[in-house]
């Protein structure tokens, strides 16, 4: 019995003699955390306060930084991308036919007051040959008004002043509908795009209507999905009509140029054939 209390007693002194050193060292422990924990807050402290501005500058949001490409693709696909695309295919036809235009109108327009002091000595030095090959060797519809006229001048069978008249008035009327080829794509394509758009207005309410009629509610959450969809297609249609609209009258403007130019080519070559000693009177 002795025995187990003595073994008790040392079990005893054991465990009270450990629990005040595990005390102590839980405190140093707390202590040494506390003090780390302080130190980084002091760092953190002195970081923010000696960069400040790095902080402050404001960031400049996202949606900011989006291009018009960007806006105008967003707003193609909100229009519903299906019925857009036959707005953007009126564009993109319209736009082809008035680059081709501009390209054989710029082609067709020579210096005529130096292409006629030129053609003039040839018919003056009865040079008739080498005024059709000049003629044939330049472009435009004046050189082939040109052309047609020197031929009339140096056949044997139509060189009196009403046959090469009639030549040069005939070969005019050509070259003017040349001039105005693929002009009435351009103005269907002018017509066609606002009235895709219009459309488009007309099935962006049907649709506001259908989710009336199956939200049973008037409401603008309701109403707003059709209606964005009416008026974005009809603002691109507007959009494409104006921008073909301007490539069509700067075209006119250079076929009247060049109906100006045969006009006065007109007139110098029955004075130059009627000078010619070839011309039948």
Known sequence: MKKYFAIVAMVAACTFGMTPSVMAQDEVADTAAT?????????VDSVEAEAPAVAEEPVAPVEEEQGLHKTLKTKFIEGDAGFMSLVAIALVLGLAFCIERVIYLSLAQVNTRKFLEALKGKVEANKL???????????????????KAMQCLASDDQNDIATIERTINTEA????????ENCSWITLFIA??????????????VQAFDDIERAGDISPTVVAGGMKVALITTIFGIIVALV???????ILSRIEALNSNMEETAMSLLDMCVKSPKCKK
């Open 129 to 147: 040959a080498e005024a059709i090959d000049f003629c044939a060797g330049t472009r435009g519809p004046v050189a082939q008004v040109s052309k």
């Open 192 to 205: 066609m795009a606002p009235s895709l758009g219009f459309l488009g207005t007309v099935i962006g309410m």
């Open 244 to 250: 073909l609209q301007v490539f069509y009258n700067y």
């Open 35 to 43: 003090e780390l924990v302080d130190s980084a807050e002091a760092v």
């Open 173 to 180: 009327e050509v070259q003017g509908a040349y001039l105005e």
